[in-house]
């Protein structure tokens, strides 16, 4: 069942394919001049092959690794071409408008946080100012009581 898959996704991907139609044999030398098939060179005449009895002893024909032969091709009608550079570009800006869209009420959040911060003080900064400086004086009064009443 993987292999059909994995055969199947192959195609997808080829632009031209072997012709399934084509009926027509293989020829027998290709383009180059190669034989499809040659004698095996590893097969040697038996010792006890006679020629008058036999016939012409004749080594086994092999495929020929050299041959190069390809069916006819047709166009891949399951073919899906590669995305061009301009449709990926379009779907990355989509994503980032996606990612602005999201990140809008946060921007809105903070420039109304930081108006409101500047509307009760003259710099927003000294919010945090004042804040720690009610608390140390808090502390430091308390503590120069304490101090005092020991004295």
């Known amino acids: ?12 991907q080829e632009k ?23 004698a095996d060179p590893s097969d040697t005449k038996p010792d006890l092959w006679d020629d008058e009895d036999d016939g012409e002893w004749e080594p086994l024909r092999i495929l020929n690794p050299k041959y190069e032969w390809q069916p006819r091709m047709i166009p891949n009608p399951n073919y899906t071409p590669p995305p061009s550079s301009f449709s990926v570009l379009l779907s990355l800006l989509e994503k980032f408008a996606g990612e602005v869209n999201g990140a809008a ?18 710099n ?3 919010f945090m100012t004042l804040t720690n400086n009610n608390n140390n004086n808090k502390n430091n ?3 120069s009581h304490v101090v005092k009443g020991a004295m």
Do not use: C, E
């Open 1 to 12: 069942m993987k292999l059909l898959q994995q055969q199947q996704q192959q195609q997808q």
């Open 16 to 38: 031209y394919i072997p012709d399934p139609n084509d009926t027509t044999p293989p020829p027998s030398i290709d383009s180059k001049g190669n034989a499809r098939m040659i």
């Open 105 to 122: 009420p946060w921007l809105v959040l903070g420039v109304l946080i930081a108006s409101l911060l500047h509307l009760f003080t003259s």
């Open 124 to 126: 927003p900064l000294d």
């Open 141 to 143: 009064n308390n503590v």
